[in-house]
Every structure is written in C-alpha cells, then in structure tokens.
C-alpha cells in the first residue's frame, strides 16, 4: 500500500501549484494597486456552501468516458476529466480519476477512489479512507440517497503540516457490485473548498451505478 507515499506526493504537489499561484497574485499586486484588496480569506469555520447549483459539463464513468469508473455521474461545466495510470492507495480504495477544477478558475480537484469487490460496509470505508490521512478532527457522517444508490457522507477538517493551515474537505462513499467508491473534494483553503462544493454536490446528485 501507497498510503503515505502517496498522501506526500499529493500534498508536495499541492504546495508546489500554491507556490505558483501565490507568485502570480504578486506579480499581479505590484503592477496594479487596486488589486491590493483580495477576496478575504476564509478559515475553516466559514458557513455552509453557496447554494448556486453546478451546470453539467457532461459524465464520467461510463465505457468511454474519460474515467471508467463502477459508477457515473455529471462532472461540472469546464472541469475536466483524466484517468490516473499508476493509482495511489488511501486505506482501502486507490485513486482512479481525477476531475480537474484550474479550467472553471479554482485550484483543487474532485478526486474518484476505487475499491476491489466483497462484502464492504459503506461507512468502513470511508472511516478506513479517513483514518489513513493523517490530521483529519471534527468528521460529521450523514447518509444520503440517489437515483437509487444510497451512500455516506462525510465532512471534516484538514489540517495541513505543509501549509500550516486548517481546511474543510468533504467526501462520500458508495458501494457496488464491482467494488466501493469514494468521491473526495479537497481545494487549497476553505474558501475554494467552498466555491467547488455545487461540483461536489452535482456529482452526488447525479451519482449512478455504471
């Protein structure tokens, strides 16, 4: 298993996109000063999600579709799709597609783990995908059902050695003949957290058995 190889390769190359974004807003602030007042920055305690519903860029899942995945759902106008070749362990899915928000104008991604098939209890398994990410406090579990597919939901904080900081992520969890599933929406602070949550919340909406 990859766990924390893998987690630190997700998390350097987080750092390292953050790296750039924050030398492009400088760049920016020098040239222009009416920029100097940036959106303000939110902490993990900032409100619930907008409630501006996702519009649909199409599906994911389905034989070819840029991820074949055991389930489908709709995936947000401009993120776009890609499969991951050498996939990383957390507990005991791997991670199989990653939905991409930089071409909507957000940093993170709407991350698809997959599991192998068996007799698997939806709420292990995210408990599992939870318990092998070190600095995760605070998980609120729900179920939720859709288009007959019920599942686990789960909220919670993130807090980040590499950043030095603390953020919501959300995930939730489905288990199918072919194996479970778990959807994951990171992002680089709360705020963008925030601001892809109608993406999170169209894919669960939509969610589907392939």
């Known amino acids: 298993m990859l766990v924390g190889a893998g987690n630190t390769w997700l998390r350097l190359a987080h750092v390292a996109l953050l790296a750039g974004v924050l030398t492009g807003c400088s760049e ?17 305690e900032t409100s ?37 070749e050498a996939p990383l362990s957390q507990g005991p899915v791997s991670l199989a597609c990653e939905i991409d928000a930089k071409p909507a104008g957000n940093i993170g991604f709407l991350r698809v783990w997959a599991g192998k098939s068996g007799d698997a209890d939806t709420r292990a398994v995210l ?34 050695e590499l950043l030095d900081e603390t953020k919501k992520e959300s995930a939730f969890a489905v288990t199918t003949a072919d194996g479970p599933v778990v959807v994951h929406l990171g992002g680089l602070d709360t705020e963008e957290h925030e601001e892809m949550l109608p993406a999170y919340e169209l894919a669960r909406r939509t969610l589907r058995t392939a």
């Not at 920016?28 to 993990?44: L, Q």
């Not at 990410?133 to 993130?158: M, P, Q």
């Open 28 to 44: 920016a602030a020098e040239g222009d000063d009416s920029k100097a007042s940036a959106r303000p920055t939110a902490t993990a």
């Open 127 to 160: 408990e599992a995908f939870l318990a092998a990410e070190d600095g995760v406090t605070k998980e609120k579990y729900r179920t939720f059902a859709s288009g007959g597919v019920s599942g686990v939901e789960v909220e919670y904080l993130y807090s980040s």
């Open 48 to 84: 619930g999600p907008r409630d501006t519903a996702a519009t649909s860029g199409g599906s994911i899942g389905a034989a070819g579709s840029a991820c074949e995945l055991p389930v489908t759902f709709d995936i947000a106008k401009s993120w776009t799709a890609e499969a991951v």
